[in-house]
């Protein structure tokens, strides 16, 4: 019994890697290095560095390595990239995947976990949190790319027999608490890495994207779920599906939104650093509200998030990106 996880050196997956070692799983990488990096891999994760396209490579590891579940996390996660250069990431999150989902059925690989994300629900008319009945109207090439591929899952699993978990992540933030690894890509647009790299002086100011939407302040409300929390909702996910439960399509959030603002003013608090934090335009494609209703992840897979509080996750991404910079900043690093 082994799992292959696609993007395990980017930022969720590797915290994935993480507890699947900690649990003593055995684990096998396939991660391109494009946004993500080695070094943030446990010594017992074996790292393959190849591309999720390439069918023959992927059916070489899931015989050779008796691949028997495949957690998916490889892929393009900038939206603005999307709508810039749409091919791309029909390319990479869906025709990619497409090679990997034959792969797994070709392999006979039982169980297939999938990041998708609330991108799919595009901009919701509804006020409320967000249930999984909602009907998907994804805004940007990124949002239909991640689409396509949970369609693809449906139907494959309907004619071959795969059982899949498709979890739709809302906002993603913090950084594993024991440090060992957390959100290092470089140009990442995340709010609060953003923030955290503001407060350690790494950027002279930041930018509040819009204060005129119908929130109670103005700014946008989002449902920042901490990744330990989330990576806990997959390794549940993966052991219900081993167990042999059904398909699943569920969101992954805490059912809570904070807005732009509290986000700002808690990474002051958490850092007691009073940044500057400047109000511009809205950015384009931006919905005022994305907040899950998070009760069917609940009931399912029994999920319990640990570490449902902003200020520890601004701590968290705070000392990860503090770390980062000394990383960075020591003799041959890249
Ligand atoms: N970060 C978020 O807030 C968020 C929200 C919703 C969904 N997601 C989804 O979660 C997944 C992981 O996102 P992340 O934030 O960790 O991003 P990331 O960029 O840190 O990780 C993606 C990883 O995939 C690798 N990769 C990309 N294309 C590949 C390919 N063709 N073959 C092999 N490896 C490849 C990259 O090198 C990287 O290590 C993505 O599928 C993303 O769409 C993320
Ligand atoms: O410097 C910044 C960065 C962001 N924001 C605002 O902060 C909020 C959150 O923005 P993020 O870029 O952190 O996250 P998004 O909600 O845009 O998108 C994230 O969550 C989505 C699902 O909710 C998708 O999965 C997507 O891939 C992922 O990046 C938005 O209102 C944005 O306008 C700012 O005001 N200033």
């Known amino acids: 019994m082994a799992t292959l996880v696609t993007g395990g050196a980017g930022y969720i997956g590797s915290h994935m890697v993480h507890a699947l070692v ?59 990239e999307s709508v810039a250069d749409p091919l791309k990431y029909y390319l990479n999150n869906t025709v990619k995947s497409r090679a990997l989902i034959a792969a797994a059925v070709r392999g006979g690989v039982g169980a297939f976990l999938f990041s998708s994300t609330a991108a799919v629900y595009g901009e919701p008319t509804v006020d409320a949190p967000i249930g999984e009945t909602v009907a998907p109207a994804p805004v940007s090439p990124y949002g239909w790319s991640k689409l396509m591929t949970e369609v693809m899952l449906r139907d494959a699993a309907a004619a071959h027999g795969l059982a899949y978990t498709v979890l739709r992540y809302f906002n993603v933030a913090g950084a594993d608490p024991k440090g060992r690894t957390g959100q290092s890509t470089p140009n990442a647009t995340h709010l609060i890495k953003i923030a955290c790299q503001t407060a350690l002086g790494q950027r002279a100011k930041m930018q509040v994207f819009g204060t005129d939407y119908p929130t109670p302040d103005g700014t946008c409300l989002r449902d920042y779920i901490h990744v330990t929390d989330l990576v806990e909702a997959h390794v549940l996910a993966l052991a219900r599906l081993r167990a042999g439960g059904g398909n699943l399509v569920a969101n992954c959030g805490y059912g809570r939104g904070f807005s732009v603002r509290e986000v700002v003013e808690a ?40 570490l449902d509080d902003l200020d520890g996750i601004v701590g968290n991404a705070l000392a990860w990106e503090a770390a980062l910079a000394r990383r960075n900043s020591a003799p041959g690093a890249r």
């Open 267 to 306: 990474v002051r608090r958490v850092s007691g650093v009073d940044f500057v934090a400047e109000v511009v335009d809205r950015r384009p494609g931006d919905p005022s509200a994305l907040v899950a209703d998070s009760g069917l992840i609940r009931r399912e897979l029994g999920w319990v998030p640990a």
């Open 22 to 80: 900690d649990r003593g799983e055995t684990v096998v990488v396939l991660d391109d290095l494009s946004t993500g990096f080695e070094a943030v891999l446990p010594d017992a994760a074996t790292l393959v560095v190849g591309d999720i396209g390439d069918e023959v490579l992927v059916g070489g590891l899931i015989a050779s390595r008796g691949i028997d579940a495949i957690v998916h996390f490889a892929g393009s996660i900038v939206v603005p």
